[in-house]
């Protein structure tokens, strides 16, 4: 897999019927090895050890009901209060980010209603602060430590 604009991490592989599959140590289980999947996978280790996001308040593939559709948000990061702080929405390397992506992601968050809006291809990572009181949002230059949350 190629590699990220991210720390290096180790996963658990397995070969099988001539595909790999990776270790989801969230959802508990293997998982096909897709370039967007080793985005997430990437990204849930980045989010565990480099910003001390307690793993147990990591869901992933979290189906949530929008226009009356069901969608999955690639990665929801909760408070210890269980309340939604972060959604995360992961592409392959080779997809650009461009404003559909951030449309995807901000209909999730009319749902969800979260402060952070995080949108990564592995390469680019861009963290958006959404400001309730004054209507308002802002790009960070940087994705919060959890404990600044």
Known sequence: MQKLNLPEYSFKLKQQNGKID?????RKKYVALTPEEWVRQ???CYLIQEKNVPESLIAVEKEIKCNNMCRRTDIVVY???????????????????????FEQIVRYNMVLQVNYLVVTNGLQHYCCFIDYLD????????IPNYTKL
């Open 42 to 44: 990437n990204f849930i």
């Open 22 to 26: 990776v270790f989801d140590r969230i």
């Open 135 to 142: 209507n308002s949002y802002h790009f960070l230059e940087y």
């Open 79 to 101: 408070s210890k209060l269980a309340k939604p702080v972060i959604i995360v929405e992961c592409k392959a390397p080779d997809v650009e980010i461009k404003n559909d992506t």
